[in-house]
């Protein structure tokens, strides 16, 4: 069976502890896979990449392509290869665990998730540019927007408990429409006609920010 690869620079943990600094280009990210989500440089907005794309969701609710230069406090990409796959009418955020769950063989490791089609509904999410606060005062302030109607596709990632530290609590998930006009982090999702895929995590690469002053005295 092959199986999806998972590069991550810096973690789920460094972005919460407050580590904002960009340390790894766009152009770097992509060497290592073509999917992805992530955020910039001072925790700006969303990061998401599909199909080798770079895609940038702002809390002022816009999408822009991310330049080669730009550069990313954390990300996590993926060399998407699909072991589970179906199609739904009816999935939700909080039924798409299950959903995995009943079709898998081993829920001890990552799996890569890309989810596309028509949703009814998706709710995002998207930090402000150049943050300084504690990440759990971003969280709780950042705006939320809601589109109804809309085509797109959700990328990222599900981890098991014991790596929640590294990649997110559960599903990690990122989005953006077809038209390119709305993406940033996923909040929650109601689906129409959608085609979901899994890839279990057979390989991760981690690599830290090593070269940075803060990130090397940083306490978190």
């Not at 279990?200 to 940083?218: D, H, W």
Request: charged residues 20%.
């Amino acid at each position: 069976m092959k199986t999806s690869k998972i590069f991550q620079h810096n973690s789920h943990t460094t972005l919460h502890g407050g580590f904002y600094e960009g340390t790894i280009s766009a152009k770097e990210v992509l060497k290592h896979g073509l999917n992805g989500i992530g955020t910039l440089d001072g925790a700006d907005g969303e990061v998401i990449i599909l199909n080798g794309h770079v895609y940038h969701g702002s809390s002022e609710n816009q999408v822009r392509l991310v330049s080669y230069d730009e550069t990313m406090s954390y990300v996590a990409v993926v060399d998407h290869q699909v072991s589970v796959s179906f199609d739904s009418l009816d999935v939700t955020l909080s039924t798409l665990k299950a959903g995995l769950l009943s079709r898998i063989e081993n829920a001890n490791v990552p799996y890569t998730v890309v989810i596309s089609g028509q949703f009814k509904s998706v709710e995002i999410s998207s930090k402000p540019a150049h943050n300084t606060a504690p990440y759990a005062e971003i969280m709780t302030t950042q705006p939320h927007f809601t589109k109804k109607d809309v085509s797109g596709t959700i990328v990222g990632v599900w981890s098991p408990k014991h790596l929640e530290s590294l990649y997110g609590d559960g599903f990690h998930l990122h989005f953006i429409s077809d038209d390119r006009t709305f993406g940033a982090h996923l909040v929650d999702f109601e689906a129409k006609n959608v085609s979901v895929e899994f890839g279990m995590v057979g390989q991760m690469e981690q690599e830290f920010a090593l070269e940075s002053n803060q990130f090397n005295s940083i306490n978190f």
